[in-house]
């Protein structure tokens, strides 16, 4: 499946089949209408993150699954009817609401950009962190993301 993440300024993400350049999903919650805002796949391509220009972070989930799961629908309704196909699409990828989000910096700072640490870096931390809480019982870190501000500012958060 050759699918290209593209951030617009409607306030989407849109996932695109290169091959068709069909929208074969499209999530929403995030505020971009002036700047130009990066979004970024997790690693296990499970996650998406972008900045806004309300000053959060979000986070959707299931990215993969809802892509596959939808891609699948396309190809089979593409042998029934094109109208089927189009009422479908509407009704079934826009995922808006399977998002969180959380203030990077103040309300009126934007976030430009966001992404994940990739496994090896996560990896590291992880290492690093037992070593240095060996005596308390932290909950291990899945995700490490990082995010910028339109005035430089730099925040790391991890769950």
Same mark, same amino acid.
């Given at each position: 499946?050759? %699918? ?22 499209? %999530? ?6 002036? &700047? ?8 296990? &391509? ?94 291990? %870190? ?14 790391? &958060?991890?769950?």
């Amino acid at each position: 499946m050759n %699918i290209a993440m593209v951030t617009t300024n409607d306030s989407r993400v849109r996932f695109v089949n290169v091959m068709t350049g069909a929208c074969v999903m499209k %999530i929403k919650g995030n505020k971009n209408e002036s &700047f130009h805002l990066r979004a970024a796949l997790s690693p296990d &391509f499970n996650h998406v993150i972008c900045g806004s220009e309300d000053g959060d972070v979000y986070l959707w989930s299931q990215i993969e699954s809802n892509i596959v799961a939808l891609s699948h629908q396309q190809s089979s309704m593409q042998m029934i009817s094109s109208k089927v196909l189009k009422a479908t699409n509407k009704k079934n990828k826009d995922k808006s609401n399977q998002y969180e989000h959380w203030a990077a910096f103040d309300r009126a700072t934007p976030v430009s950009a966001a992404i994940f640490a990739p496994h090896p870096v996560l990896k590291l931390y992880s290492k690093l962190a037992k070593k240095i809480n060996q005596q308390s019982q932290s909950p291990p %870190i899945n995700m490490i993301m990082v995010c910028c501000s339109t005035n430089g500012l730099i925040k790391v &958060f991890c769950n």
